[in-house]
């Protein structure tokens, strides 16, 4: 893991309920961080990039999201 990511880390908090406390999961292009507080995980990708907290959507809702627009084809 990087210095530079460790950084952008400590900035993130859990848009649904304001932990800090975000454990971070990474891969080789992507990273998941996920709240020790609600429980819910998020797309780092997304918390870098979306500036309203509202508008962050958890993996959860994103693969339902995913999965109700595949079986509307
Ligand atoms: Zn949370």
Redesign the pocket.
């Known amino acids: 893991m990087q210095k530079d990511d460790d950084f952008r880390f400590e900035k993130l908090?859990?848009?649904?309920?304001?932990?800090k406390?975000?454990i971070r999961f990474a891969w080789e292009s992507e990273a998941e961080l996920e709240?020790?507080?609600?429980?819910?995980r998020f797309d780092e990708k997304d918390l870098l990039t979306i500036d309203d907290p509202s508008n962050i959507l958890t993996v959860k809702e994103k693969l339902a999201f995913i999965r109700a627009f595949k079986e509307s084809d």
């Open positions: 908090d859990c848009p649904r309920c304001k932990s406390k975000m709240c020790t507080e609600c429980g819910e």
